[in-house]
């Protein structure tokens, strides 16, 4: 399983009939568009599996799922140095998403390149100047009043350069990209440190500062410490009062607000299928507060309904299974939760 992709119907052998359920299916069978808003964009598992199988070759172990993605998106997987925590990884991210106060600086340093349009599928989501005072009607048009000026400038600079907008009162930017612009094995910055919510659809999703975004933007490989991985296996089932949020400070309590640094937290097990997909989600976001670089899921049943009830059955239906045939974890720090089963 670990070295090679798998037909279908022999993964579905080796995974078994158990209360662990994958959503399976035939590798690169059909280009699907990253998004509805970019039919012209295509989701390319096919190069993510060359560049993995390069790494494994090279590195001669097997790989858990965040290596898979994270070493998938190489900018030279054939010559880049890798040793976790130590080496710098030159990578291609997928898509870049930005909140509208750190797109203000990230645009005026990418119209200073001269460029005429992004290189990589890119947003811009205007919640972060609406403050909260008497209520959402009327601080949205307050916030709308007192930045008319950013607004304009951000939805005037997205039309030009290929960006796209998402105007104020649309929704919080980690909803909007679990919603529209997150699935399994994309690899996305965001400059704002709760952008590991899609973490919860299977992706790795960084956040980054505005100078980082405009690199990727700008077509640059995008730099990243090489990180470590921290296991967490889920036991059992959520039941009762107990919530997504339950495991995440459990973690938190375990490893402190800076156990996590540097490293890629990496939740698998039983315990996984009892948290619905945006609770995964919710798990994934919490994860900046104890300072890991992300957090991810793996791909089940509940983020291919998720998928399917936001309108993206074609990208569920496309998951490469090359990324997503089992949870090997090699040299690695592990926790194991018992989640409550009563």
Not at 3 to 22: D, E, I, K, M, Y
Not at 130 to 154: H, M, S, T, W
Request: charged share 15%.
């Amino acid at each position: 399983i670990v070295n090679n992709v798998l037909s279908v119907t022999a993964l579905q052998l080796a995974l078994g009939t158990g209360a662990r359920r994958f959503h399976v299916s035939s590798a690169f069978s059909a280009k699907v568009a990253m998004s509805r808003f970019e039919p012209a964009s295509s989701v390319n598992y096919g190069k993510m599996h060359e560049n993995i199988n390069i790494v494994r070759r090279r590195l001669g172990r097997p790989l858990t799922l965040s290596e898979k993605i994270v070493y998938g998106h190489l900018d030279d997987p054939a010559g880049q140095d890798i040793e976790r925590g130590r080496t710098y990884l030159r990578l291609r991210p997928d898509r870049v998403a930005m909140q509208d106060a750190t797109a203000q600086m990230a645009m005026l340093q990418f119209i200073s390149s001269g460029l005429p349009r992004v290189a990589v599928p890119s947003t811009i989501h205007c919640d972060h100047l609406i403050e909260a005072q008497i209520g959402g009607p009327e601080d949205l048009q307050r916030a709308k009043e007192v930045n008319e000026e950013v607004y304009n400038f951000l939805a005037t600079a997205a039309a030009k350069y290929g960006v796209g907008f998402w105007k104020p009162g649309s929704g919080i930017i980690h909803q909007i990209i679990l919603e529209n612009y997150a699935y399994p094995g994309v690899m996305l910055i965001g400059t704002d440190s709760h952008t590991p919510n899609g973490g919860g659809l299977g992706s790795i999703c960084i956040g980054v500062g505005g100078a980082d975004a405009v690199d990727v933007m700008a077509g640059i490989p995008w730099e990243l410490k090489c990180p470590n991985v921290i296991g967490v296996k889920l036991t059992g089932a959520l039941s009762g009062w107990t919530s997504p949020k339950d495991v995440i400070l459990k973690v938190a309590g375990i490893l402190t607000v800076k156990g996590g640094t540097g490293a890629i937290v990496e939740y698998h097990g039983p315990g996984v299928d009892s948290i619905s997909c945006t609770g995964m989600a919710t798990i994934c976001n919490m994860g900046a507060e104890i300072g890991a670089t992300t957090s991810i899921f793996p791909y089940n049943h509940r983020m291919k309904t998720y998928m399917e009830k936001t309108g993206r059955g074609g990208q569920s239906a496309n998951v490469c299974i090359c990324l997503f045939c089992g949870v090997v974890f090699h040299n690695l720090s592990h926790i194991i939760i018992w989640l409550s089963s009563e």
